[in-house]
T-cell receptor
Framework: DQQVKQNSPSLSVQEGRISILNCDYTNSMFDYFLWYKKYPAEGPTFLISISSIKDKNEDGRFTVFLNKSAKHLSLHIVPSQPGDSAVYFCAASGSGTSYGKLTFGQGTILTVHP | GAGVSQSPSNKVTEKGKDVELRCDPISGHTALYWYRQSLGQGLEFLIYFQGNSAPDKSGLPSDRFSAERTGGSVSTLTIQRTQQEDSAVYLC???????????FGPGTRLLVL
């Protein structure tokens, strides 16, 4: 039972264009969502998060959008840079049995071509 | 300041041996988490410590896995009688009390032969 899903295993984008990474979730108890970036042989690095009371959060080139009714969130990176090439994980946490633990998607490999 | 540190960075062991993995959280973080990432898989929650409360062990895959946290800081994850399916990257994370964002260490890559 995969509660957080990233349906695109990979995404290829030209430098300077927008990268859009998508994530869907099924658990209605999730109320906080995060995006992490991971380079090979390193631990995940926190990028940006959003609480369920918001529908958008922006930090520099990174914007996360949350659509609660669709149980969908997305990460927009604009403009994309070659250094953004990495694996991106979305994660969720919430109340009840979801409290205190992150549930991760499978990850999307982003490649930004110069 | 210093981030989450983990040791060893790599561990190769033989099937049936016990291993201990160590995590040093960020100073001041009261919550500590263990996850693992098996080949081609996402990150899977294992166990969560918050202050002096009883740990949430709901993610531990079998009773061969255990973890402790001494003095509210350093944590050790122990895997007894290792199996080949235990091969994975074991990641530790920490956070402030009741803060949702978790900060990860570099991980320990465990290979069971």
């Amino acid at each position: 039972d995969q509660q957080v899903k990233q349906n695109s295993p990979s995404l290829s984008v030209q430098e300077g264009r927008i990268s859009i990474l998508n994530c869907d979730y099924t658990n209605s108890m999730f109320d906080y969502f995060l995006w992490y970036k991971k380079y090979p042989a390193e631990g995940p690095t926190f990028l940006i998060s959003i609480s369920s009371i918001k529908d958008k959060n922006e930090d520099g080139r990174f914007t996360v959008f949350l659509n609660k009714s669709a149980k969908h969130l997305s990460l927009h990176i604009v403009p994309s840079q070659p250094g953004d090439s990495a694996v991106y994980f979305c994660a969720a946490s919430g109340s009840g049995t979801s409290y205190g633990k992150l549930t991760f998607g499978q990850g999307t490999i982003l490649t930004v071509h110069p | 300041g210093a981030g989450v540190s983990q040791s060893p960075s790599n561990k190769v062991t033989e099937k049936g041996k016990d291993v201990e993995l160590r995590c040093d959280p960020i100073s001041g973080h009261t919550a500590l988490y263990w996850y693992r990432q098996s080949l081609g898989q996402g990150l899977e929650f294992l166990i969560y410590f918050q202050g002096n409360s009883a740990p949430d062990k709901s993610g531990l895959p079998s009773d061969r896995f255990s973890a402790e946290r001494t003095g509210g800081s350093v944590s050790t994850l122990t895997i007894q009688r290792t199996q080949q399916e235990d091969s994975a990257v074991y990641l530790c994370a920490s956070s402030f009390y009741r803060e949702e964002t978790q900060y990860f260490g570099p991980g320990t890559r465990l290979l069971v032969l």
